[in-house]
């Protein structure tokens, strides 16, 4: 077997960038799964097992880190991440993926599709700048899945979308454009759409993946841990099992530019805080007067807006109160060691 090099693991000119020379003496190494103290890394001379020197919670799959033999050091500037609000009660921003060059968006062409949910992804890959792929499958299920393509090709001259069988390895090997040697994509998308099938044919693993219960176009979780995997063609894999829930945060400007057509609009309003409701001199209403835009769109764009900025403000409360707490604790302390020596 040839060796690994970095490039082969997707190291860049940009990771490249970011080594000063204290770091001759460090490996770089590129995390291929994160668990709870212990993070799994592989390097040129093959896999690592280290401890982190971050909170655990910092590091995500796909990162680049250097190390020693036991320890990651620093944790790389990262291109492409992905992040959503964490799920459950705790605000936070919660990474996801690092260092993802495409990010594939798996929809099926039945009940799971839906264009809401396809802005929502849109917004994630626009925030985190990844190229946009959107992988439809199941077209064999399906009587006319060129109209799933059309629809989703609509929404952004900036994606791509493709019908592709996932059962099928000719088929999935369209793929290969998006993962030759180095080169990272990250699947999501809701249960049941075909993203362990299309990983196993990618990766060339035969893990079985469940039947899906036909009834609502969902599946199980088969998988539980985010790994990344290399492919048969040189790239990397990023699966994101368990991801049930993407709410949005911090994602104004991907949200913006997924709707950028309402954005351009929107600066055309009579006043700048319009809510394109019944104000005099509303561009976005005159659109949809005109019938140039589908009101629907709007509704979209307004409740992902409201969302994030909800999830934003929560986590901006969340991290005031953090940094309260910090102080009060560092002054509690301070005052803890004055009592105990009065002196000072
Ligand atoms: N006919 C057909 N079946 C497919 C296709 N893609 C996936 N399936 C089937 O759909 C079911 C669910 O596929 P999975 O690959 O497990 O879906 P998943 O997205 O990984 O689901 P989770 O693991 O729950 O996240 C399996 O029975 C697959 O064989 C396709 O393109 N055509
Ligand atoms: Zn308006």
Redesign the pocket.
């Known amino acids: 077997m040839t060796q690994t090099t970095l490039t082969d693991l997707g190291w860049s000119d940009h990771f490249a960038r970011q080594l000063t020379q204290d770091d001759a003496d460090l490996t770089p190494a590129r995390i291929n799964e994160v668990q709870r103290d212990r993070l799994r890394a592989l390097s040129e001379n093959g896999p690592l097992r280290l401890i982190p020197t971050e909170n655990a919670g910092n590091y995500a799959v796909g990162d680049w880190v250097l190390c020693d033999a036991t320890h990651a050091l620093r944790r790389l500037d990262a291109q492409g991440v992905l992040t959503r609000k964490a799920a459950g009660h705790v605000a936070y921003t919660q990474r996801i993926a690092a260092n993802v060059d495409t990010l594939g968006i798996?929809t099926?062409c039945n009940a799971d599709f839906n264009i809401a949910r396809l802005e929502r992804y849109l917004a994630l890959a626009a925030t985190a700048g990844c190229l946009p792929l959107v992988i439809l499958?199941?077209?064999?299920?399906c009587d006319d899945p060129q109209s799933y393509v059309k629809q989703a090709q609509a929404l952004s001259p900036m994606l791509t979308a493709i019908a592709?069988?996932?059962?099928?390895p000719q088929d999935v090997a369209r793929l290969t454009p998006w993962v030759n040697k180095g080169q990272t994509l990250a699947l999501l998308?809701?249960?049941?759409?075909?993203?362990?099938?299309?990983?196993n044919t990618l990766t060339g693993e035969s893990e079985a993946?469940?039947?899906?219960r036909e009834d609502d176009a969902?599946?199980?979780?088969?998988?539980t841990y985010r790994s990344l995997t290399p492919t048969l063609t040189g790239g990397w894999l990023i699966d994101t099992?368990g991801m049930r829930e993407l709410q949005l945060a911090d994602m104004d400007e991907g949200i913006a530019e997924v709707f950028d057509d309402l954005t351009e609009l929107a600066t055309q309003c009579k006043f700048r805080n319009c809510e394109h409701a019944s104000e005099p001199g509303c561009a976005v209403q005159a659109a949809i007067a005109r019938g140039d835009l589908d009101p629907d769109r709007l509704t979209r764009w307004q409740k992902l807006q409201a969302e994030d900025a909800h999830n934003s403000a929560s986590i901006a409360r969340q991290r005031a109160r953090q940094k309260t707490f910090t102080k009060m604790v560092k002054s509690g302390k301070a005052q803890g060691t004055h009592k105990r020596n009065p002196k000072g």
Do not use: C, M
């Open positions: 798996v099926s499958t199941k077209p064999d299920l592709i069988n996932a059962r099928d998308g809701s249960s049941g759409v075909g993203k362990t099938t299309l990983s993946t469940q039947e899906i969902k599946g199980r979780h088969t998988t099992p």
